[in-house]
């Protein structure tokens, strides 16, 4: 495997930045996931490194060899996209082995089933391999479509919301075996995605994505508890991190420059103390609630035990904790005490 380095990628459509001058670097073995809404930037900055799109700007270099202006086929990445793309007459064997007999690779027939077999053990599809893939289930497709790019094996893997298509249960399952096959391989992964819970139980670090810009890189501890601005902080947590005045929390010794506090739902406690609130709603998620909550013209929500006795309507007091708020200046950088 290989280390990926883009140095200023900067990728344009028309008036659109898809990609403005990004810097980042992934290190050989590891498992990035690059976070951000659509049109943030994420499938493009896929496309430059895997070779599809033009730089208009910048380099990209894989395993320290300058690959700018090479063409996809000679960069050496696997691609696995967010829809199947199998040939749907071949057998899962044949869809697995088919980038072994291309004409750039061409293994020889004894080398192809091999690997082949080990890959369909590896995804647990080895029952599979006579079956036409219009038989298969969407997470049968899934893994067929990831073993095609494993048989490969790449200088990296590029993956752009492989799970995105599956239902929850299965998108669940996939990204267990997905992490425990790149720990296995020592695999360089670049995966992109929408999804929080994908960022938070996959990558290594995390490089939240925004109109093109690069806001934070980091693990996904570190970003979560530590979000470099607003933009970062609501872009992980479900429910989403609570931003309040700093008029609505009185007493709170803060940095000069800070204009708002943000705490996240679970560090706020109803426990009699703290703030005076109103329980506006309740939804009840099983081993936890989410409470939402009025005070004054402020609205914040708070994580607490499924068998929390609120109702809609009841006076409660919230207390904040000291030790998790954020603070963030006017213009939504985060600010240290």
Request: charged fraction near 25%; include cysteine.
């Amino acid at each position: 495997m290989a280390e990926i380095r883009l140095e200023r990628a900067t990728k344009t459509f028309g008036q659109v930045h898809a990609v403005r001058e990004l810097d980042l670097t992934i290190a050989d073995g590891e498992f990035f996931v690059l976070l951000g809404p659509t049109g943030a930037g994420k499938t493009t900055t896929l496309r430059l490194v895997a070779g599809l799109e033009k730089l208009d700007g910048g380099r990209v270099h894989l395993g320290g060899r300058d690959v700018s202006a090479l063409a996809p086929a000679a960069r050496d990445v696997a691609f696995v996209f967010q829809q199947y793309a199998l040939y749907p007459h071949y057998t899962v064997f044949d869809n697995l082995a088919f980038p072994l007999r291309s004409p750039l690779r061409r293994r020889p027939p004894e080398e192809v089933t091999r690997r082949v077999e080990e890959v369909a053990k590896l995804l647990r599809i080895e029952s599979k391999l006579k079956n036409k893939a219009t038989k298969l289930s969407g997470g049968e497709m899934q893994r067929v479509g990831i073993g095609r790019a494993l048989v490969r094996e790449p200088n990296c893997f590029l993956m752009d919301e492989p799970l995105s298509s599956l239902d929850a249960k299965l998108r669940e399952d996939l990204r267990v075996e997905l992490k425990h096959i790149q720990r296995d391989l020592g695999a360089t992964i670049l995966y992109v995605t929408h999804d929080q819970i994908e960022a938070l139980t996959m990558a290594d670090r995390i490089g939240v994505l925004e109109e093109g810009r690069l806001l934070q890189v980091g693990t996904p501890r570190d970003v979560y508890t530590r979000p470099a601005s607003v933009s970062v902080a609501r872009r992980l947590g479900s429910p989403a991190i609570n931003l309040l005045r700093m008029d609505a929390v009185p007493g709170i010794a803060a940095p000069s420059r800070a204009r708002n506090i943000g705490i996240r739902p679970e560090d706020v406690q109803l426990n009699g103390r703290g703030i005076e609130a109103v329980v506006e709603q309740v939804e009840h998620l099983g081993a936890e609630s989410v409470v939402v909550l009025r005070a004054g013209e402020e609205r914040m929500h708070a994580l607490v035990s499924g068998g929390t006795p609120v109702r809609p309507g009841t006076a409660v007091r919230a207390e904040l904790s000291r030790e998790a708020m954020l603070f963030f200046d006017e213009a939504g950088q985060r600010v240290d005490a």
